[in-house]
């Protein structure tokens, strides 16, 4: 805004309490926002006195901002109210709250605002304190107002000032050379005069322009000698990081915890239980090192934190294992700020206001959304992306959300906001445009309904959360046409789903595929990671030879350079087009079934991903034992992180640790007794194993059932159908409920199970997936994905019933009025169950992995 707004002039003038003042600025009109550049404070109470005084006497409701640390401008009095606004809560809350003032005091109101460069003690990020006056100043301009502000030059840097100074109707700098003060207006939009802007020396309460240039010459001479002790105009957060320098050279303890105690805070995070951690495990120098990977201010998130604090734990506390087995990362990092520029570039601050409040939390997302993947960025910022590219050449790179709250203690937002593969290949103008839409699509995840509704489930909804992002070299190798890494895997330190009572959920477990981890965190639809518990390695859930390989991986997650995108490939396909896959250390030929192939002419070998020569043939078992166990004992908290793996000629890897976060686990309940004997006729399901939730004692009040045989004719569409009305069922009660479907709830091919999302049933207490339909919806034992992270973190227990295994009965029969029936529509395939007279008992047992479900007599 360059003063022009958004509605008509208003002619009126506005004393500025001084006559003298205002006749060298032609007074003041309504709309102005006034920003005084000062060097003393003193110097701006000495004009705001007057201000008030002649606006109180006007009749004009006077409202004082008070953020500052310096000592109040302006006392309580009739016309004035005080406004304390607590800018410690962080950019956005400052200036929501700054926002919904202006809001409520309505038009025609007159504000004084404290020294704004006192907001760099809270936020320690010089641009955003240019971002919060070009968000406010246009919205006091079109609601008639007169606004008053102070700032101190020599603590801002030249992109900042100029910001404010294009952003602002008039501009005054204020001059002070021992006893003489002048005052020189730098600009007084849609009024001009000839002396208007020349310096002006206070006569006896006129300000008389200072027309010969000599006394002009020497005043300036005089101001540059007093500014030479002074710091030039850098960033205050480069300032800052000078700082941490400075703290690196002395031997002065006090002095570099301070430092650290202060960049933690603004750089890290607020959480006090990882900046604990921050403060065991990040030094000074490795903050250094993290600025010289940023683009932009702020915090790097917590994806970035738990990776850094991670590897850092490792280096520390094992570097005779780590040193050799941990590849360097490779990562860069896009401050938060970056993020908050962004939409004040784009003029999205008004939207993002209707979007926080109660009535637009929904309904304003989705335009916001679109016009966030239509932004441009700063040019400052396009500059340093292109550096960014030129740093990683063409190998591919993923772009990673980096939330400010992301990957904390209780809070993962594991899938809610996006991940971007870019296969970063081309000239280099085409690279930096897909950069920029992989940037706008993570900033416009931000606002999809399951992100939304997560952070209103746990109160986050109103709290900061700027997106932060972390930008890391994609770990692995060129074949030809694809890029991959060996391996890639979920690693958990506890395993909360063991199958067999011999398996010690402290061990910890793991799900590994073959290709991009993408297959790894993400439920695979029709297809399978392998999961292994770490005691029990060569243990496997399943009953023969024919299903392990048949719930193994025969789907690969690459990156297609030539098609430049992230692509799925079967391995039969890879293993023709590739010759130099490392099968040998990641699977064992299918002699059988390369029988069959060589009989029929198809390429042969057949290839089974079975990670076993890996686990027989190399440390990686023991390797990954220690670094979940050495995590876990640094965070004092199960944690879950996600790796790759760099496999050399003998097939030993190394780890590339890509996330870490605290494991969300269901706290463990008071162990309920089971039941010796429970006659078949109140036995509605029992099973062993294949059930997650520690020590489960639920009293169901009601059960939604998806009929499997109805389900199974229906067509498409029809059954995204069943998927809305369940949503529909589960949102509007507040029963203990458990929803029980065939095959996998959550999946995206309706084949396969219902494809509801995790938000429609994130009110649920008990998951039960059931294998059903003649073998073709399988439950998927895929503790680790982002699927059941939402269901931990919940608090949702889960079931995965086989009611032709030897382990499992289902008597779905046992619920009241359930019956045949013939008619195939999804109305029909939903049965509820109101089960208030005679609730259901859910009691399971975490020791011995016995879960049963019954009607208590």
């Given at each position: 805004?360059?003063?022009?707004?958004?509605?008509?002039?208003?002619?009126?003038?506005?004393?500025t309490g001084?006559?003298?003042?205002?006749?060298?600025?032609?007074?003041?009109?309504?709309?102005?926002?006034?920003v005084?550049r000062?060097?003393?404070?003193?110097?701006?109470?000495?004009?705001?006195?007057?201000?008030?005084?002649?606006?109180?006497s006007?009749?004009r409701?006077?409202?004082y901002?008070?953020?500052g640390?310096?000592?109040p401008l302006?006392?309580?009095?009739?016309?004035?109210?005080?406004?304390?606004?607590?800018?410690?809560?962080g950019?956005?809350?400052?200036?929501?709250?700054?926002?919904r003032?202006?809001?409520e005091?309505?038009?025609?109101?007159?504000?004084?605002?404290d020294?704004?460069?006192?907001?760099?003690n809270a936020?320690?990020?010089?641009?955003?304190?240019?971002?919060?006056?070009?968000?406010?100043?246009?919205?006091?301009?079109?609601?008639?107002?007169?606004?008053?502000?102070?700032?101190?030059p020599?603590?801002?840097?030249?992109?900042?000032?100029d910001?404010?100074?294009?952003?602002?109707?008039?501009?005054?700098?204020?001059?002070?050379?021992?006893?003489?003060?002048?005052?020189?207006?730098?600009?007084?939009?849609?009024?001009?005069?000839?002396?208007?802007?020349?310096?002006?020396?206070?006569?006896?309460?006129?300000?008389?322009?200072?027309?010969?240039?000599?006394?002009?010459?020497?005043?300036?001479?005089?101001?540059?000698?007093?500014?030479?002790?002074?710091?030039?105009?850098?960033?205050?957060?480069d300032?800052?990081?000078?700082?941490?320098?400075?703290?690196?050279?002395?031997?002065?303890?006090?002095?570099?915890?301070?430092?650290?105690?202060?960049?933690?805070?603004?750089?890290?995070?607020?959480?006090?239980?990882?900046?604990?951690?921050?403060?065991?495990?990040?030094?000074?120098?490795?903050?250094?090192?993290?600025?010289a990977?940023?683009?932009?201010?702020?915090?790097?998130?917590?994806?970035?934190?738990?990776?850094l604090?991670?590897?850092?734990?490792?280096?520390?506390?094992?570097?005779?294992?780590?040193?050799?087995?941990?590849?360097?990362?490779?990562?860069?990092y896009?401050?938060?700020?970056?993020?908050?520029?962004?939409?004040?570039h784009?003029?999205l601050w008004?939207?993002?206001?209707?979007?926080r409040?109660?009535?637009?939390?929904?309904?304003?997302a989705?335009?916001?959304?679109?016009?966030?993947?239509?932004?441009?960025?700063?040019?400052?910022?396009?500059?340093?992306?292109?550096?960014?590219?030129?740093?990683y050449?063409q190998?591919?790179?993923?772009?990673?959300?980096?939330?400010?709250?992301?990957?904390?203690?209780?809070?993962?937002?594991?899938?809610?906001?996006?991940?971007?593969?870019?296969?970063?290949?081309?000239?280099?103008?085409?690279?930096?445009?897909a950069?920029?839409?992989?940037?706008?699509?993570?900033?416009?995840?931000?606002?999809?309904?399951?992100?939304?509704?997560?952070?209103?489930?746990?109160?986050?909804?109103?709290?900061?959360?700027?997106?932060?992002?972390?930008?890391?070299?994609?770990?692995?190798?060129?074949?030809?046409?694809?890029?991959?890494?060996?391996?890639a895997?979920?690693?958990?330190?506890?395993?909360?789903?063991a199958?067999?009572?011999?398996?010690?959920?402290?061990?910890?477990?793991?799900?590994?595929?073959?290709?991009?981890?993408?297959?790894a965190?993400?439920?695979?639809?029709?297809?399978?990671?392998?999961?292994?518990?770490?005691?029990?390695?060569?243990?496997?859930?399943?009953?023969?030879?024919?299903?392990?390989?048949?719930?193994?991986?025969?789907?690969?997650?690459?990156?297609?350079?030539?098609?430049?995108k992230?692509?799925t490939r079967?391995?039969?396909?890879?293993?023709?087009?590739?010759?130099?896959?490392?099968?040998?250390h990641?699977?064992e030929?299918?002699?059988?079934?390369?029988?069959?192939?060589?009989?029929?002419?198809?390429?042969?070998?057949?290839?089974r991903?079975?990670?076993?020569p890996?686990?027989?043939n190399?440390?990686?078992?023991?390797?990954?034992?220690n670094?979940?166990?050495?995590?876990e004992?640094?965070?004092?908290?199960?944690?879950?992180?996600?790796?790759?793996?760099?496999?050399?000629?003998?097939?030993?890897p190394?780890?590339?640790?890509?996330?870490?976060?605290?494991?969300?686990?269901?706290?463990?309940?008071?162990?309920?007794?089971?039941?010796?004997?429970?006659?078949?006729?109140?036995?509605?399901?029992?099973?062993?194993?294949?059930?997650?939730?520690?020590?489960?004692?639920l009293?169901?009040?009601?059960?939604?059932?998806?009929?499997?045989?109805?389900?199974?004719?229906?067509?498409?569409s029809?059954?995204?159908?069943?998927?809305?009305?369940?949503?529909?069922?589960?949102?509007?009660?507040?029963?203990?409920?458990?929803?029980?479907?065939?095959?996998?709830?959550?999946t995206?091919?309706?084949?396969?199970?219902v494809?509801?999302?995790?938000?429609?049933?994130?009110?649920?207490?008990?998951?039960?997936?059931?294998?059903?339909?003649?073998?073709?919806?399988?439950?998927?034992?895929?503790?680790?994905?982002?699927?059941?992270?939402?269901?931990?973190?919940?608090?949702?227990?889960?079931?995965?019933l086989?009611?032709?295994?030897?382990?499992?009965?289902?008597?779905?029969?046992?619920?009241?009025?359930?019956?045949?029936?013939?008619?195939?529509?999804?109305?029909?395939?939903?049965?509820?169950?109101d089960?208030?007279?005679?609730?259901?008992?859910l009691?399971?047992?975490?020791?011995?992995?016995?879960?049963?479900?019954?009607?208590?007599?």
């Amino acid at each position: 805004m360059t003063g022009n707004g958004g509605n008509s002039q208003d002619n009126t003038r506005v004393s500025t309490g001084l006559p003298g003042l205002d006749d060298v600025l032609d007074g003041l009109r309504i709309g102005d926002n006034v920003v005084w550049r000062i060097n003393d404070l003193d110097d701006y109470r000495r004009f705001v006195t007057p201000f008030i005084e002649s606006a109180a006497s006007a009749g004009r409701r006077i409202i004082y901002l008070r953020f500052g640390q310096h000592p109040p401008l302006v006392l309580a009095k009739a016309n004035i109210h005080i406004e304390n606004v607590d800018a410690l809560d962080g950019f956005e809350a400052f200036t929501g709250r700054v926002w919904r003032l202006i809001e409520e005091h309505g038009r025609g109101a007159f504000y004084v605002c404290d020294c704004l460069s006192d907001l760099l003690n809270a936020w320690a990020t010089d641009a955003m304190v240019g971002n919060f006056f070009r968000v406010v100043c246009p919205f006091l301009f079109e609601l008639d107002t007169v606004a008053w502000f102070a700032l101190y030059p020599d603590r801002h840097s030249h992109t900042t000032l100029d910001r404010i100074r294009q952003t602002t109707q008039v501009m005054v700098d204020v001059h002070r050379l021992g006893n003489d003060v002048q005052i020189q207006p730098i600009k007084a939009w849609c009024r001009q005069s000839p002396t208007m802007f020349l310096p002006h020396r206070e006569r006896n309460g006129r300000f008389v322009p200072v027309t010969d240039s000599s006394d002009a010459t020497r005043l300036q001479a005089g101001l540059e000698l007093a500014q030479l002790n002074r710091q030039p105009l850098l960033d205050y957060w480069d300032r800052l990081f000078l700082q941490v320098a400075s703290a690196l050279e002395t031997d002065d303890e006090e002095q570099s915890a301070d430092i650290l105690n202060r960049v933690l805070n603004v750089l890290i995070s607020r959480d006090p239980r990882m900046l604990d951690l921050a403060k065991r495990y990040l030094s000074l120098e490795s903050l250094l090192a993290i600025r010289a990977r940023m683009i932009g201010s702020g915090y790097i998130g917590g994806k970035a934190t738990g990776m850094l604090i991670a590897r850092s734990i490792l280096l520390t506390n094992q570097p005779d294992i780590w040193q050799e087995n941990l590849e360097p990362h490779d990562s860069s990092y896009l401050g938060s700020d970056a993020y908050y520029a962004f939409l004040v570039h784009n003029g999205l601050w008004p939207a993002i206001m209707r979007q926080r409040s109660t009535d637009g939390y929904f309904t304003e997302a989705v335009q916001l959304q679109q016009n966030i993947l239509k932004g441009s960025f700063p040019p400052e910022i396009r500059t340093e992306l292109a550096r960014l590219l030129d740093h990683y050449g063409q190998y591919p790179i993923l772009v990673r959300s980096s939330s400010l709250q992301e990957d904390g203690f209780g809070n993962a937002f594991a899938g809610k906001y996006d991940s971007v593969f870019l296969v970063n290949q081309g000239a280099p103008e085409l690279r930096l445009t897909a950069l920029e839409d992989a940037i706008r699509q993570v900033y416009a995840s931000t606002m999809s309904e399951d992100a939304l509704v997560y952070r209103k489930q746990r109160g986050l909804d109103q709290r900061e959360e700027p997106m932060a992002l972390l930008i890391q070299r994609v770990n692995g190798r060129f074949h030809g046409r694809y890029y991959l890494p060996d391996a890639a895997g979920v690693g958990v330190s506890r395993n909360t789903f063991a199958w067999d009572t011999d398996m010690d959920p402290t061990a910890g477990m793991v799900r590994l595929v073959m290709g991009l981890g993408t297959r790894a965190v993400d439920r695979i639809e029709g297809d399978h990671a392998c999961v292994m518990a770490l005691d029990y390695p060569n243990r496997q859930p399943f009953r023969n030879l024919d299903e392990s390989y048949r719930f193994s991986q025969h789907l690969l997650d690459v990156l297609d350079l030539w098609e430049g995108k992230l692509a799925t490939r079967p391995l039969s396909l890879l293993v023709e087009e590739v010759s130099d896959l490392p099968l040998g250390h990641l699977g064992e030929v299918d002699r059988a079934a390369s029988r069959r192939a060589e009989e029929l002419g198809l390429p042969a070998p057949v290839w089974r991903l079975t990670f076993k020569p890996l686990v027989r043939n190399s440390r990686f078992v023991s390797r990954l034992s220690n670094l979940l166990q050495t995590l876990e004992t640094g965070y004092q908290h199960p944690v879950d992180v996600e790796f790759t793996l760099h496999l050399n000629n003998d097939g030993e890897p190394t780890f590339n640790l890509v996330q870490c976060r605290p494991l969300a686990t269901i706290g463990e309940t008071m162990a309920a007794e089971i039941p010796a004997e429970i006659s078949t006729r109140e036995l509605l399901f029992r099973t062993s194993g294949n059930f997650m939730g520690g020590n489960i004692n639920l009293r169901i009040q009601r059960v939604i059932r998806v009929n499997a045989a109805v389900y199974n004719r229906l067509n498409v569409s029809q059954r995204y159908e069943v998927a809305r009305l369940v949503g529909e069922q589960v949102r509007h009660s507040d029963d203990t409920t458990m929803l029980i479907g065939p095959g996998r709830w959550g999946t995206s091919s309706p084949e396969l199970g219902v494809p509801v999302r995790f938000a429609d049933i994130a009110g649920v207490a008990v998951l039960v997936e059931v294998a059903e339909m003649e073998g073709d919806m399988v439950p998927d034992l895929s503790y680790g994905s982002h699927f059941f992270q939402d269901l931990v973190e919940t608090g949702i227990a889960y079931v995965a019933l086989f009611p032709n295994g030897p382990n499992c009965i289902y008597q779905p029969e046992r619920l009241p009025g359930t019956a045949h029936n013939p008619h195939a529509t999804p109305e029909q395939a939903l049965q509820i169950f109101d089960l208030h007279t005679n609730p259901l008992q859910l009691t399971g047992d975490v020791v011995s992995q016995r879960l049963v479900c019954y009607f208590p007599p």
